[in-house]
């Protein structure tokens, strides 16, 4: 069936009509994407050109996809430019923020980071399994504990990704079912295929360990999974609060099912007479990508099918925006509603453009690619519309989202609440630098030195990187490539320093290193400030960790 977005003018023209007073607590949606790009976002689009697409990437996309690979560039952009129209207007009235940036290149660390308004590297967390093994420590506060003191609704839709899983699961199947006693290994990925296949196979892959668990961490309600990814159709590791769903029919389209149970939660909570605060992480677009239904598609033509498709999944996720805009209208509470959309990192190249245009890079890279994503924040009679170049780091939206409901703020956190500069309060925002680190891995993107090969290792080995952005530029160090992890870099790679003027080269094509040894030199102290400041790394890349600290200063590791 198809929707109408002539709704669109009549859901805005109720923005302003509610009786609402400025003591009223705003609903909150922070709505976050999965590995979804900068480029494939409207705003950010809307001012790309062909030039703008990484050549290298694309020519590996044309080789990958042949004939049906080779359109013009311009086409996939011009699908960007109009697969949420919905999300279009909210940032035409909203502020558009330039330079955002999720606390890791990764999904869980990212999620981590963001939940807590803290850089998740405080205790160690740098990469996926840093997050998988050993979740948010329980002394961390999450987003929706203070909330909910406050007297707000809580909910979950759609990924979860912060916990373990549940070892429940791995007791009935070692003990019970094989009738063998637990082995002393924690992890099982790999080491018994049958095991592990049994373990996908049930909702292990999708469950939370008590205590990690979205109900345990001051959440009310939740609606999803707990895993990197899940299907387009016919979902089987759903979870309902501490209930595994039912099989979903075949047919059933995931983000159409994660729209329905958003907007259920809003209206439940506004028949309720609450206010809510709704965590939206649907999978758009985490593979594995199966076509949307057809009316999400018909309307894109750039020639190829999958570029369509993309589209199409994206198209889906702003019907179910429309949908939850008009609920709030129905409530009026279009007025009282703060609405954030971000993502967790940028998007991998094996997928199609503009990918992260205008940046270099992708998932899990240190490469702004990967970390640099889109942000729009929108509330009538707080943000005007336009675009903002201040620095902002994803941490910054649980103290910006606690400080607008008038929640306590955690006094322990990273992140600096940006609703003064918001309301215009405040000339410019809450930062001048920010640092950043991570593993700099081909596993999810392209390899630059190797021509994209990679193997097993890659996510383990890869090297670690960290940057500092202070003012235009930035500083980034990253550790040397180990002999032997690239087929074609045998020997390894050396060390890097790398210095950008990120403002007039986005893409990150001009080192500038040997020209500003004064700057490099400052910058590598910041560096090693930010570094010192964190957790070292818990499951790998400690060594190049503790390297890193050597070549920016002597501090020891904390």
Same mark, same amino acid.
């Not at 999974?225 to 047919?251: F, I, M, Q």
């Given at each position: 069936?198809?929707?109408?977005?002539?709704?669109?003018?009549?859901?805005?023209?109720?923005?302003?009509?509610?009786?609402?007073?400025?003591?009223?607590?705003?609903?909150?949606?922070?709505?976050?994407?999965?590995?979804?790009?900068?480029?494939?976002?409207?705003?950010?689009?809307?001012?790309?050109?062909?030039?703008?697409?990484?050549?290298?990437?694309?020519?590996?996309?044309?080789?990958?996809?042949?004939?049906?690979?080779?359109?013009?560039?311009?086409?996939?952009?011009?699908?960007?430019?109009?697969?949420?129209?919905?999300?279009?207007?909210?940032?035409?009235?909203?502020?558009?923020?330039?330079?955002?940036?999720? &606390?890791?290149?990764?999904?869980?660390?990212? #999620? $981590? !980071?963001?939940? /807590? =308004?803290?850089?998740?590297?405080?205790?160690? +967390?740098?990469?996926?399994?840093?997050?998988?093994?050993?979740?948010?420590?329980?002394?961390? &506060?999450?987003?929706?504990?203070?909330?909910? #003191? $406050? !007297?707000?609704? /809580? =909910?979950?839709?759609?990924?979860?990704?912060? +916990?373990?899983?549940?070892?429940?699961?791995?007791?009935?199947?070692?003990?019970?079912?094989?009738?063998?006693?637990?082995?002393?290994?924690?992890?099982?990925?790999?080491?018994?295929?049958?095991?592990?296949?049994?373990?996908?196979?049930?909702?292990?892959?999708?469950?939370?360990?008590?205590?990690?668990?979205?109900?345990?961490?001051?959440?009310?309600?939740?609606?999803?999974?707990?895993?990197?990814?899940?299907?387009?159709?016919?979902?089987?590791?759903?979870?309902?609060?501490?209930?595994?769903?039912?099989?979903?029919?075949?047919?059933?389209?995931?983000?159409?099912?994660?729209?329905?149970?958003?907007?259920?939660?809003?209206?439940?909570?506004?028949?309720?007479?609450?206010?809510?605060?709704?965590?939206?992480?649907?999978?758009?677009?985490?593979?594995?990508?199966?076509?949307?239904?057809?009316?999400?598609?018909?309307?894109?033509?750039?020639?190829?099918?999958?570029?369509?498709?993309?589209?199409?999944?994206?198209?889906?996720?702003?019907?179910?925006?429309?949908?939850?805009?008009?609920?709030?209208?129905?409530?009026?509470?279009?007025?009282?509603?703060?609405?954030?959309?971000?993502?967790?990192?940028?998007?991998?190249?094996?997928?199609?453009?503009?990918?992260?245009?205008?940046?270099?890079?992708?998932?899990?890279?240190?490469?702004?690619?990967?970390?640099?994503?889109?942000?729009?924040?929108?509330?009538?009679?707080?943000?005007?519309?336009?675009?903002?170049?201040?620095?902002?780091?994803?941490?910054?939206?649980?103290?910006?989202?606690?400080?607008?409901?008038?929640?306590?703020?955690?006094?322990?956190?990273?992140?600096?609440?940006?609703?003064?500069?918001?309301?215009?309060?405040?000339?410019?925002?809450?930062?001048?630098?920010?640092?950043?680190?991570?593993?700099?891995?081909?596993?999810?993107?392209?390899?630059?030195?190797?021509?994209?090969?990679?193997?097993?290792?890659?996510?383990?080995?890869?090297?670690?990187?960290?940057?500092?952005?202070?003012?235009?530029?930035?500083?980034?160090?990253?550790?040397?490539?180990?002999?032997?992890?690239?087929?074609?870099?045998?020997?390894?790679?050396?060390?890097?320093?790398?210095?950008?003027?990120?403002?007039?080269?986005?893409?990150?094509?001009?080192?500038?290193?040997?020209?500003?040894?004064?700057?490099?030199?400052?910058?590598?102290?910041?560096?090693?400030?930010?570094?010192?400041?964190?957790?070292?790394?818990?499951?790998?890349?400690?060594?190049?960790?503790?390297?890193?600290?050597?070549?920016?200063?002597?501090?020891?590791?904390?």
């Amino acid at each position: 069936m198809k929707f109408p977005h002539k709704t669109l003018p009549w859901l805005f023209s109720l923005v302003g009509l509610a009786s609402l007073s400025a003591a009223d607590r705003p609903n909150v949606i922070v709505l976050l994407l999965d590995d979804v790009g900068k480029g494939w976002i409207p705003p950010y689009a809307d001012h790309l050109s062909a030039d703008d697409i990484e050549p290298e990437i694309y020519a590996r996309y044309v080789q990958v996809h042949g004939h049906q690979g080779a359109v013009d560039k311009q086409k996939h952009i011009e699908a960007a430019q109009a697969c949420m129209p919905t999300l279009s207007r909210l940032a035409s009235e909203g502020t558009v923020f330039n330079q955002a940036y999720a &606390t890791a290149a990764l999904c869980s660390p990212s #999620r $981590a !980071g963001l939940l /807590t =308004g803290s850089f998740q590297q405080d205790w160690g +967390a740098y990469w996926n399994k840093d997050v998988d093994d050993f979740g948010i420590p329980p002394e961390r &506060t999450v987003i929706a504990e203070p909330l909910a #003191r $406050a !007297g707000y609704r /809580t =909910g979950v839709v759609g990924k979860w990704h912060v +916990a373990p899983h549940d070892p429940a699961y791995i007791e009935k199947i070692w003990v019970e079912d094989l009738g063998q006693e637990l082995p002393v290994a924690r992890y099982y990925n790999g080491l018994w295929p049958e095991i592990d296949k049994r373990l996908r196979d049930t909702a292990w892959r999708s469950s939370s360990q008590p205590g990690f668990h979205p109900l345990d961490r001051g959440f009310d309600y939740y609606y999803g999974y707990n895993s990197h990814d899940d299907v387009d159709y016919g979902s089987a590791t759903l979870w309902e609060n501490h209930e595994l769903v039912p099989k979903r029919p075949e047919g059933e389209f995931l983000t159409d099912l994660f729209n329905e149970k958003a907007c259920a939660f809003i209206r439940d909570s506004l028949q309720a007479g609450d206010p809510f605060f709704l965590y939206y992480a649907p999978k758009t677009l985490h593979g594995p990508i199966s076509a949307p239904p057809g009316h999400y598609t018909e309307q894109f033509s750039s020639g190829n099918q999958f570029t369509d498709e993309y589209a199409g999944h994206l198209l889906a996720l702003d019907h179910g925006i429309e949908m939850m805009l008009a609920v709030l209208a129905e409530y009026g509470q279009l007025d009282n509603t703060l609405f954030i959309f971000t993502a967790d990192n940028g998007c991998t190249l094996y997928y199609v453009p503009p990918y992260n245009a205008p940046n270099r890079g992708g998932k899990g890279t240190g490469w702004n690619g990967g970390l640099n994503v889109p942000l729009i924040v929108w509330q009538p009679g707080l943000t005007t519309g336009g675009e903002s170049d201040e620095l902002v780091s994803l941490a910054d939206l649980m103290p910006t989202v606690l400080d607008a409901a008038g929640a306590d703020i955690p006094g322990d956190i990273d992140g600096r609440t940006l609703l003064p500069y918001l309301r215009g309060q405040a000339a410019r925002g809450p930062r001048e630098s920010l640092g950043s680190s991570g593993i700099h891995s081909s596993r999810w993107s392209y390899s630059y030195e190797a021509d994209g090969e990679n193997n097993k290792q890659d996510a383990t080995e890869a090297p670690l990187y960290a940057w500092l952005i202070d003012g235009d530029y930035q500083l980034m160090l990253v550790a040397p490539i180990k002999p032997g992890l690239y087929q074609k870099l045998p020997d390894g790679y050396a060390a890097q320093t790398l210095l950008y003027d990120i403002k007039s080269d986005p893409r990150q094509l001009q080192n500038l290193a040997e020209e500003h040894p004064d700057r490099v030199q400052a910058m590598s102290a910041g560096i090693h400030q930010w570094l010192s400041a964190r957790q070292e790394p818990l499951t790998s890349q400690q060594a190049d960790y503790e390297a890193m600290l050597k070549r920016t200063g002597t501090d020891t590791p904390k």
